[in-house]
């Protein structure tokens, strides 16, 4: 009996001690949550196949409610209220803040805002339903796992009646864009001779600057048909880059196409082939510097919703000079005046030239990256992995950016001035972020 009672009382030993190493750290299981559902984000946004601006806007919506809900858990960090348009002050948790769980009140309301910002929400809200069944297994008090979600979500209701009101639904009503016949004008390209994507775009309300036309670059030159202009040197340029068929510059282009819906034609068939967008490849670059960096929740959420915002007035402002200046595209003055059976590396973009928005977006992001990290910061990009692409080493993030800028001129889809004036473009609105957000 006594042999029999004491392996009872092992048993029930087991089970509690069994049942305790079950329950994880808070601070462990959440340490990478926030890259984790960027990344799951990111696979949504592919398989809805959302332009690069609303790709953008999606990215900066969910990261700022992220940031958001986790800041009251930190001393030194400060909400974005009054220092982003319209937002004004978000919800403060009631009552003592050891009462709640922050780093879960912000995937909750990331989770939130993601579900209403993305065509899939099921999606999303299958992922939340997996996690939330997760947290279970986490060591935090029952009290405290429903004040954190009920704030998560104030918090993510709060952001999507902010997002509402950015002119996002309105855009489409507005007048249409006109297509002309002007030879230094855009016009759709091939093989589908889409629609211009997003001419208004610039309608919607900035993060930070003051007006979408704020950065707007120099007046490029313009078609002109003479063969000694700076016009044409510009043309012969994009003509001869693809012509060479350099290996090195091939790679460079395909690396950093970014294209999140390619056309492919094959005999009578055709279908697409979906790609990360541009402002969804620098935020994967930084994340991939903060899992290596070890950063904390915080640090996360700070460096992810300054880049996304960063990223989303990019486009704002990118978009504004595309459709202010409707530049011709290469691949229409080449084909028209050069060579009819010439084709672009890369499949050009249905939306006017000038300036690249690559360059724009890569100039902003890299700034504001160098500003967090430093300068001369190595890293590799392995980014491109899932879509076939081999690493690439970058010395900086400066590095990168002029990288992915050349890279459309390589394709075949820019010229030289719009990377280089894109690139001074997302340089001068980074550094003003940065300005606007250390007040």
């Known amino acids: 009996m006594k042999n029999f009672s004491s392996k ?3 048993f029930f030993l087991l089970v509690i001690f069994t049942g305790c190493a079950t329950k994880k750290s808070p601070d462990e299981f959440f340490s990478e949550q926030l890259t984790t559902w ?12 959302l332009t690069p601006p609303v790709c953008s806007r999606v990215y900066a919506y969910t990261n700022i409610a992220a940031h958001e809900a986790l800041a009251p858990g930190f001393a030194n960090s400060v909400s974005y209220g009054t220092r982003l348009n319209g937002l004004g002050k978000v919800p403060v948790p009631e009552g003592n803040k050891e009462d709640y769980y922050f780093p879960l009140s912000s995937i909750v ?47 993510g209701n709060f952001i999507i009646q902010w997002a509402s009101a950015d002119g ?44 979408a036309s704020q950065f707007r670059p120099v007046k490029p030159d313009l078609y002109d048909g003479l063969p000694t202009s700076t016009y044409n040197k510009s043309v012969m340029q994009v003509y001869e880059a693809v012509n060479r068929k350099d290996t090195e510059q091939v790679a460079i282009a395909k690396f950093w196409d970014c294209n999140p819906n390619i056309s492919v034609t094959q005999g009578h068939v055709m279908y697409f082939q979906q790609k990360i967008s541009p402002g969804g490849h620098w935020l994967t670059i930084a994340m991939s510097v903060l899992k290596n960096k070890k ?5 996360c959420a700070e460096v992810l919703s300054k880049l996304a915002i960063t990223i989303a007035d990019g486009f704002i402002n990118c978009w504004e000079a595309k459709y202010h200046y409707n530049t011709v595209r290469p691949e229409t003055v080449i084909n028209k005046y050069i060579d009819p059976n010439w084709r672009p590396l890369l499949q050009t973009p249905p939306f006017p030239e000038y300036p690249s928005g ?14 967090i990290f430093g300068d001369n910061f190595a890293y590799t990009d392995s980014t491109e992995l899932p879509f076939g692409m081999p690493p690439r080493d970058f ?28 690139l001074v473009q997302g340089r001068k609105l980074a550094e003003y972020v940065i300005a606007k957000l250390s007040k």
């Open 38 to 49: 960027n990344n799951y984000l990111t696979k949504v946004v592919i398989s809805d196949v």
């Open 395 to 422: 010395k900086s993030f400066n590095d990168a950016a002029r990288e992915a800028s050349m890279s459309r001129m390589y394709g075949g889809i820019h010229y030289l001035p719009s990377l280089d004036n894109g």
């Open 109 to 155: 309301a990331f989770s939130t805002v993601a579900q209403k910002v993305v065509f899939n929400s099921e999606a999303i809200k299958n992922m939340e339903d997996k996690f939330l069944a997760d947290v279970e297994n986490v060591d935090i008090d029952e009290d405290v796992y429903k004040r954190s979600v009920e704030y998560g979500r104030t918090v």
């Open 358 to 371: 690559h360059s724009v977006v890569s100039g902003a992001s890299a700034t504001i990256l160098t500003n």
């Open 8 to 10: 009872i009382f092992c």
């Open 168 to 211: 996002y639904l309105q855009r489409n009503s507005n007048p249409g864009f006109i297509v002309t016949k002007d030879n230094w004008r855009w016009q759709p390209t091939p093989p589908d001779y889409m629609d211009a994507v997003e001419p208004s775009w610039h309608t919607l309300r900035p993060f930070i600057l003051d007006s």
């Open 295 to 299: 950063a904390d929740m915080m640090k």
